[in-house]
C-alpha cells in the first residue's frame, strides 16, 4: 500500500470548502457541506470553519477565486488548522497550487472517502479494491504530486533508457495496478462460486444511501449481530444471512451504501461486491424519511443501482427513521389530528410515487416491522410461484 502523502490523522482540525454553481442553492451547498463534515468525523478530523463561493464555473488552477482563496489563507494563518477538505473533486495541480498558497495539507471529497474506506476495509476482498481505487486515483494526479514512489530495489536495471522520474512512478503504478486487478479477479472467482453454491433461493438485497439504517433492518429482520453504527459506510462487505418468514426461507443480503459523488473508481472497483446487488431477486431500498434532502438521496442511489445495471428489478421503498420526522417535523404544541393528517399525506404522496410498493418503520423503535415482514413475505412467495411454477413449495 502506498503511504499517502494526504492520511487523515485523529482529531484533525479541518477547513470545509465548497462552491455554489449555477445549478446549486446555497442551501443544497451548505447541506452538502454537512455531509461533508459527517465524512470528515468519520474518517476522524473536526470541521471548525467553513467557506463558499458562488462561482460560474471553478477556478482551472485554485478552484475558489484568488479573493476566495485569500481569505481562507488569512483564517488559516491565524488558527491551529491541519487540514483543507474541499466537497469536489481537484486536480493534481489545483492541490499543488492550493498546498503552495496556504502551506496547509489539502484533500478533495474523493480522497476523503477513499480514506474512510481503507480504514473501514475489513476481508480481503474490500482491502483489494480500497487499493485498487486509490492506485486508479492516483495515477492522474502523480504529476507534480510525488517527488518520488518507494521503489522495491534500486540502482542499475531499474529504471528504462531516458525514462524521466514522473514516467517510472507512473509505470510502478500501472504495474500495481494491473496486480491488484489480477487478484480481485482470482477474489471474484472464489465468490462467485460461493454465490452459485446458495441453491435455488430468491434473494433480497439491502440497498440505500449510507447511514440510512440497513444493518439495523438487517439485524431486525434476519436475528443476526451485523455491525451498525451512526457513522459513514460503517459497511463494507456485503453480509448474507439466510431467513425463514413462516416456513419460506431467502437469502437477505446488507450491502455498501451508496452517496452523493461516489468516486469512479471505487464504483468500479467495488462492481463485484455490488454482484449481490445485481443478482438479487428483490430490492429492498432503505429511505431515511428523517433526512431533509432523502428525495435527492433517493435519486443518488437510483442512478447508482443503473450504472451497475440493477433498477429493472423489484423494488420495495422501505422509509426507516419515521419516529425521528416526527420528532423534527413536529413540535409539542401540534395537534394530534394535523399530525395524522401530515402523516397520511406524506404516505400517500410515496405510494402514488412508489405504486404501493412502500412502507414506513422505525428500526430503532421496531416501529411497523411486522408490516414489512409481511411485504417482504407476499413479495418472495410471489416471485417463487413465478420461478417455480411446476414445483410444488410449502409455505
Known amino acids: 500500500m502506498i503511504e499517502k502523502q494526504h492520511k487523515i490523522k485523529n482529531?484533525?482540525?479541518?477547513?470545509?470548502?465548497?462552491?455554489?454553481?449555477?445549478?446549486?442553492?446555497?442551501?443544497?451547498?451548505?447541506?452538502?457541506?454537512?455531509?461533508?463534515?459527517?465524512l470528515a468525523e468519520t474518517a476522524g478530523a473536526h470541521a471548525v470553519k467553513r467557506f463558499t463561493q458562488k462561482l460560474q464555473h471553478p477556478d482551472s488552477k485554485t478552484f475558489v477565486g484568488k479573493g476566495k482563496?485569500?481569505?481562507?489563507?488569512?483564517?488559516?494563518?491565524?488558527?491551529?488548522?491541519?487540514?483543507?477538505?474541499?466537497?469536489?473533486?481537484?486536480?493534481?495541480?489545483?492541490?499543488?497550487?492550493?498546498?503552495?498558497?496556504?502551506?496547509?495539507?489539502?484533500?478533495?471529497?474523493?480522497?476523503?472517502i477513499l480514506d474512510i474506506f481503507a480504514r473501514r476495509a475489513r476481508t480481503a476482498q474490500a482491502k483489494v479494491q480500497v487499493e485498487l481505487a486509490q492506485?486508479?486515483?492516483?495515477?492522474?494526479?502523480?504529476?507534480?504530486?510525488?517527488?518520488?514512489?518507494?521503489?522495491?530495489?534500486?540502482?542499475?536495471?531499474?529504471?528504462?533508457?531516458?525514462?524521466?522520474?514522473?514516467?517510472?512512478?507512473?509505470?510502478?503504478?500501472?504495474?500495481?495496478?494491473?496486480?491488484?486487478?489480477?487478484?480481485?479477479?482470482?477474489?471474484d472467482k472464489q465468490s462467485f462460486t460461493q454465490r452459485k453454491d446458495r441453491g435455488e433461493f430468491i434473494r433480497v438485497s439491502l440497498v440505500g444511501y449510507t447511514n440510512v439504517g440497513k444493518s439495523t433492518l438487517m439485524n431486525l429482520l434476519s436475528k443476526s449481530e451485523v455491525f451498525a453504527e451512526n457513522k459513514l459506510f460503517a459497511t463494507l462487505d456485503t453480509t448474507t444471512r439466510k431467513v425463514v418468514f413462516e416456513n419460506t426461507p431467502f437469502l437477505l443480503s446488507d450491502t455498501v451504501g451508496f452517496i452523493r459523488k461516489l468516486p469512479h473508481h471505487l464504483v468500479e472497483s467495488f462492481k463485484s461486491t455490488l454482484d449481490e446487488v445485481r443478482e438479487a431477486d428483490i430490492l429492498l431500498h432503505v429511505v431515511d424519511i428523517s433526512h431533509p434532502q432523502h428525495e435527492e438521496q433517493i435519486g443518488t442511489v437510483n442512478k447508482t443501482l443503473q450504472d451497475i445495471n440493477a433498477f429493472n428489478k423489484p423494488i420495495l421503498t422501505v422509509f426507516n427513521k419515521i419516529d425521528l420526522y416526527e420528532e423534527k417535523n413536529f413540535d409539542a404544541w401540534l395537534e394530534a389530528d394535523v399530525k395524522v393528517e401530515i402523516l397520511r399525506e406524506l404516505r400517500e404522496k410515496w405510494e402514488h410515487i412508489t405504486e404501493g410498493n412502500c412502507v414506513f418503520v422505525s428500526a430503532l423503535e421496531k416501529t411497523n416491522i411486522e408490516a414489512l415482514r409481511s411485504f417482504i413475505l407476499y413479495k418472495v412467495r410471489h416471485l417463487y410461484k413465478i420461478r417455480y411454477p411446476y414445483k410444488t413449495v410449502h409455505f
Open 135 to 187: 492506485y486508479q486515483y492516483l495515477l492522474p494526479r502523480l504529476k507534480g504530486m510525488w517527488k518520488h514512489l518507494e521503489r522495491q530495489g534500486g540502482g542499475i536495471g531499474t529504471r528504462g533508457p531516458g525514462e524521466t522520474e514522473i514516467e517510472t512512478d507512473r509505470r510502478i503504478v500501472k504495474d500495481k495496478i494491473s496486480l491488484l486487478r489480477k487478484k480481485l479477479s482470482e477474489i
Open 69 to 112: 482563496l485569500e481569505e481562507i489563507k488569512n483564517y488559516v494563518a491565524s488558527r491551529n488548522i491541519d487540514l483543507i477538505i474541499f466537497d469536489d473533486e481537484l486536480t493534481g495541480s489545483q492541490i499543488i497550487n492550493i498546498e503552495k498558497e496556504l502551506k496547509v495539507k489539502t484533500i478533495d471529497r474523493s480522497d476523503l
Open 11 to 38: 482529531e484533525e482540525r479541518a477547513v470545509l470548502v465548497g462552491v455554489i454553481q449555477k445549478e446549486q442553492t446555497e442551501e443544497q451547498v451548505h447541506e452538502y457541506l454537512d455531509e461533508l463534515a459527517f
